[in-house]
């Protein structure tokens, strides 16, 4: 079967130190893939150049067959690529049920409508949305009130709205607390079985990623170091170099 | 402790009242004062959908206002008909906000400001030199206050209270409509670009798209706004479309409060009336109204009805 995106030589450069240096990466649908390597890696680089938040200097990328290297982030989420940031990212002045409400509003491309109420809009997929990650009961504060792991649900909330096929998730447990990170694995997983979306995890945390992931990519410097499933990573001798006196 | 929602209603009402037989008991420059507050509200409301709603800082916002105030003026000193007067004050606002927007919505933050800047003060040269359409630092004079036609109906509105409620019903019409706008899916949208563009974009919004609607937007009610002081003045200058008078729906906006729908409104009565008062104790007014108008900034952080916002929050 086909990856459901695939990347191809993919480079980008910020005043001459490669970022990314001619990724290929083959992401197929229905698995939880891990992206993992070192600091300055080009993890999140990629994922940038994957969702569109950069472009590419050259290479190209698929999606679902189709040529998206040049597609803008906005028309990339139409056609089902989201993403959460590694810095938490929603919108802060309006009430939780708002933010999960802007993501439904917008796939149904009722954004135009000047002059009935939105309070009502997409209710029960909004409801929905925020069961799915616990949410519901806040729907009422300000997203600037919540704590942080409040907030990474909630950004995840915002993202699985759009109803991605594909969602690259950022470090989603950056900044958490140890219960919250556990809660927020647990979530991951039963999202990815519950859901026909499929999850890529950017860490650095490695025991997460075994812990989560089906298949695991390595980065380092810029390029892949390797792939493979978690054992096959652990077992890898060129990432244990790279990962030098760390437990793989 | 927010306002609840009953009182509001009955403020709302009362108020309303108030306005509607204003000419019995505020005399005739009572009722001046009324509209200058009315039409500042809707120039303000206007440019708050660019800031409080969008996140953008225009400062050109008086050019929109002088092409409404003087296509209305020309238009009725060719043709006495109010309501194509100030329709056509109103759509050439919409369409220089339209150009200009599509050219300043590719930048953001001080960038959009400067350039909205400019762009103002491009219309205002535009203005003070083009003489022969303007009348240059002139202006235009003896703007007819024409009748209103409607079908099988003429009303005579060249009193001044006649005029002013025209004036009254366009502008509870026009803030209902806003209202209704900034409560939509697309208020909704544009509250979601303000607070993160970059997110929003990950939402699948084209925010260009979205900042330059609000920006069309805005500059149609700096065009009503301008429309309708033309035949309330008779007079148009270039002073209108100078930078100065952008300041005026900024500083009203900042005292009322950018996140409260009213808060325009409540601003430019404060704005108005503080101005009325210190102008006629003293030549230095605008020392005066500078300090009051810091004060209040400063005191009533995110507008006087930022008050009432900001203690809602633990609830």
């Excluded at chain 2, 109103?90 to 339209?98: D, E, H, N, Y």
Aim: aromatic share 10%; with cysteine.
């Amino acid at each position: 079967m086909a990856p459901l995106l695939s990347a191809r030589g993919l480079v980008k450069t910020f005043s001459g130190m490669a970022a990314t240096d001619h990724v290929d990466l083959d992401i197929p649908a229905n698995r939880i893939r891990g992206i993992i390597g070192p600091n300055g890696a080009g993890k999140t680089t990629l994922v940038h150049l994957l969702t569109g938040h950069l472009l590419p200097d050259t290479g190209s990328i698929t999606f679902d067959g189709q040529d998206i290297t040049q597609l803008p982030s906005h028309e990339r989420v139409v056609r089902g690529l989201c993403r959460t940031f590694q810095v938490v990212d929603v919108f802060e002045r309006l009430t939780v049920f708002q933010n999960v409400q802007i993501a439904c509003i917008t796939r149904q491309r009722r954004n135009l409508r000047f002059l009935t109420p939105s309070a009502r809009e997409a209710r029960e997929e909004v409801e929905r949305a925020l069961n799915e990650v616990g949410m519901w009961e806040f729907r009422h504060r300000r997203a600037e009130q919540l704590s942080h792991g409040q907030q990474r649900r909630l950004d995840l909330a915002v993202t699985l709205a759009t109803e991605p096929r594909l969602c690259f998730l950022d470090e989603p447990t950056s900044g958490v607390s140890p219960r919250e990170r556990d809660q927020m694995l647990e979530l991951i997983r039963s999202l990815a079985a519950a859901r026909r979306t499929t999850f890529v995890i950017i860490e650095h945390d490695m025991q997460l990623v075994f812990q989560l992931c089906d298949e695991v990519t390595v980065m380092h410097r810029g390029a892949v170091l390797a792939e493979g499933t978690p054992k096959e990573i652990q077992a890898n001798e060129a990432v244990r170099e790279v990962y030098l006196g760390e437990e793989v | 402790m927010a306002i609840p929602h009953n009182l509001l209603r009955g403020g709302v009402i009362l108020l309303l009242l108030a306005l509607a037989v204003a000419p019995f008991w505020a005399g005739n420059f009572g009722i001046y004062l009324i509209m200058q507050v009315m039409l500042l509200s809707l120039f303000a409301l206007g440019f708050n959908l660019l800031l409080g709603y969008t996140g953008l800082l225009s400062f050109g916002q008086a050019g929109f206002f002088a092409v409404g105030a003087y296509v209305a003026a020309l238009i009725l000193l060719e043709v006495p008909s109010l309501l194509l007067g100030i329709v056509g004050g109103v759509l050439a606002a919409g369409l220089v906000a339209l150009i200009l927007g599509y050219l300043s919505v590719r930048l953001t933050e001080i960038y959009f400001t400067m350039l909205t800047l400019s762009f103002g003060m491009m219309i205002f040269s535009i203005v003070t030199r083009w003489r022969a359409v303007t009348g240059g630092d002139d202006g235009l004079t003896g703007v007819p206050r024409a009748s209103l036609e409607l079908p099988f109906l003429s009303i005579d509105l060249s009193a001044l209270s006649s005029y002013y409620y025209f004036v009254l019903v366009v502008t509870i019409l026009a803030v209902w409509l806003m209202h209704r706008i900034v409560n939509s899916p697309f208020g909704l949208t544009l509250q979601a670009v303000r607070d993160s563009a970059v997110r929003a974009g990950f939402v699948g919004l084209p925010i260009r798209r979205y900042r330059l609607w609000s920006f069309v937007i805005a500059g149609l009610y700096a065009g009503l706004a301008g429309a309708l002081l033309a035949p309330m003045e008779r007079t148009i200058t270039p002073i209108y479309s100078h930078w100065i008078y952008s300041s005026e729906p900024v500083l009203a906006s900042l005292i009322g409060g950018i996140y409260a729908f009213a808060g325009p409104i409540v601003g430019s009565v404060l704005f108005i009336g503080i101005k009325e008062v210190v102008v006629r104790s003293t030549e230095y007014w605008m020392l005066v109204m500078g300090i009051i108008v810091i004060a209040l900034v400063l005191g009533f952080r995110g507008g006087v009805l930022g008050r009432f916002q900001a203690q809602q929050k633990g609830d």
